[in-house]
């Protein structure tokens, strides 16, 4: 009773306040939307915003594994010489990355010159030059502009040449239908803008009936250069799907036994086309001293040929047709 009379004797400011007081605590538990008395709209719209959650991006799957390089494509340094000249003659373990860091110079992560002085068509196998530094890649590069490089490539062929010697003198341009691809053109193309002149020197080195292995030498570097003359003699390369060496066979002819045996040799055992770079020969960059180098082809290759000629309806084996050459191409 005395709590009773002492609420009921209090001015009516004091129960304007405690229901102010009453209205804000139901805001604060359940909102603004709660309803309030008119005077509290001042309240409501000087108080700050609720913050809304911030959205999460979902969680990225974690990056692949890098894929493991097969044995193929591994790169081996086959001989190394600083400035001064010193070489280290025995095989170094592949670099990580490749050779394609070797020797390049880097502004700010961006590479400005690579190492590498010229490069080898995609599948195939052999040696290449790699600078260390601006001035063996400044010399280099113009001992290739210039064609004082000497470059000698083996590749398994279908058909054999005839005659088993020559030259092929015929322009390179891209194809017209086909941008992946390049294709023989006139001279007055040529002279017209379109493509550049090529020569190649090829000669035959050991024989099947419809098979061959042959040596191509390089007086212009064009790109597939050996493929495309090749192609253009009637020689597609073996494993080369790009100029009609696969997965048919083009020569000879097309029983049921036989394409079956190529499809089997293409999807196993030879899995590109089949060149070599066997050999590369320049100058000392510093010393003038002519350097000559040399690989056998990857194994491969050699499996290739010698499943061929196990096959009686291949033809005999002519063995290597020049002195040495087994040597110096198949190691």
Do not use: N
């Not at 044995?71 to 000249?85: N, R």
């Not at 890649?137 to 590749?155: D, G, K, N, S």
């Not at 379109?194 to 099947?208: D, E, F, V």
């Amino acid at each position: 009773q005395a709590l009773a009379s002492t609420s009921a004797s209090e001015p009516p400011r004091w129960h304007f306040l405690r229901r102010w007081q009453r209205t804000t605590a139901k805001m604060r538990r359940f909102g603004a939307s709660s309803r309030a008395p008119s005077r509290t709209l001042v309240t409501r719209s000087l108080s700050a915003p609720r913050r809304r959650p911030l959205l999460r991006a979902p969680a990225l799957p974690p990056p692949p594994l890098p894929r493991p390089r097969p044995p193929e494509a591994e790169e081996e340094l086959k001989e190394e010489d600083d400035d001064e000249g010193h070489r280290g003659a025995a095989p170094a373990p592949p670099r990580r990355g490749g050779l394609s860091g070797v020797g390049s110079v880097v502004d700010h992560g961006r590479v400005v010159r690579p190492g590498i002085v010229h490069r080898l068509d995609r599948g195939t196998s052999g040696l290449l030059v790699v600078a260390k530094d601006d001035h063996a890649h400044q010399h280099l590069m113009r001992q290739f502009a210039e064609r004082r490089t000497r470059r000698r490539y083996v590749a398994l062929v279908h058909g054999c040449p005839d005659p088993p010697e020559g030259t092929v003198r015929a322009g390179i341009a891209r194809d017209r239908l086909d941008r992946t691809r390049m294709a023989v053109v006139s001279d007055a193309e040529v002279d017209g803008g379109r493509g550049k002149h090529a020569i190649t020197y090829y000669k035959l080195l050991r024989r099947l009936a419809h098979a061959s292995v042959v040596e191509f030498v390089l007086e212009t570097g064009r790109t597939h250069q050996v493929r495309v003359h090749a192609a253009h003699l009637g020689l597609p390369l073996l494993g080369d799907a790009t100029y009609g060496g696969a997965p048919l066979p083009a020569a000879g002819p097309r029983s049921a036994a036989r394409v079956e045996r190529f499809r089997t040799l293409f999807s196993r055992t030879l899995l590109r086309p089949a060149l070599h770079a066997r050999s590369l020969g320049f100058a000392h960059p510093y010393t003038g001293r002519p350097l000559d180098f040399s690989c056998r082809p990857h194994s491969d290759m050699i499996a290739a040929w010698a499943e061929l000629a196990a096959c009686a309806d291949e033809g005999e084996d002519s063995g290597w047709l020049c002195e040495g050459c087994g040597e110096d191409c198949w190691g």
